[in-house]
């Protein structure tokens, strides 16, 4: 493909996003901090999800930080432009620093609508109880049925619960809490 036909379609493609999504395109520094005015854990810029999905999603992380202390963000986003998602969610989750600083047990979940692409970004307490293929199973089985048909909310409740269950599991909380377990990333 000419560097031509690249550009076009990438304007076409931006155009498209924001005609379906009528959103912007987001960086990592425009998307808004939920945590920020005590909104509670979920980035909805676009308004995808309903008031209600939102409530009751951060009831339940809210529940899930009590008795855990792990940090779990929803982001929800028409498009980041050509940026790879998965760079994305890296860096978003740099960023904000989701998890405590002390064990680094944090959860970022990124749906790019325009890319149909949803990410998990954990940090590295959480990485031996949510490894990638359990984040990929959790997406592949909770979100993917829901999302095909549109129902994001319900998705990503599914998703959440199934996250919470497996880390409040009694052989799990003390990995997600325990004290020192920083690594450098």
Same mark, same amino acid.
């Given at each position: 493909m000419t560097t031509l036909k690249k550009t076009i379609l990438s304007i076409f493609l931006c155009a498209v996003s924001m005609l379906l999504f009528g959103q912007e395109v987001y960086t990592v520094e425009t998307v808004p901090n939920p945590k920020d005015g005590g909104r509670g854990y979920v980035s909805d810029p676009g308004r995808v999800l309903s008031e209600s999905n939102v409530a009751n999603l951060n009831a339940l992380l809210t529940s899930l930080e009590d008795s855990s202390t792990a940090q779990v963000a929803i982001v929800m986003l028409g498009s980041i432009g050509e940026l790879n998602p998965k760079e994305f969610a890296t860096a978003l989750f740099n960023h904000w620093g989701i998890g405590q600083a002390d064990n680094d047990n944090g959860l970022l979940i990124l749906s790019v609508m325009d890319q149909r692409r949803t990410e998990f970004e954990t940090g $590295?307490?959480?990485?031996?109880?949510? +490894?990638?293929?359990?984040? $990929?199973?959790?997406?592949? /089985? /909770?979100?993917? +049925?829901h999302y095909r048909d549109g129902n994001y909310g319900q998705g990503l409740y599914a998703?959440?619960?199934?996250?919470?269950?497996r880390l409040e599991n009694p052989n799990n909380i003390e990995e997600v809490r325990s004290e020192g377990k920083r690594r450098a990333r």
């Open positions: $590295y307490g959480l990485e031996g109880i949510l +490894p990638d293929v359990i984040c $990929y199973r959790i997406g592949m /089985q /909770q979100l993917v +049925p998703a959440v619960s199934e996250i919470k269950n």
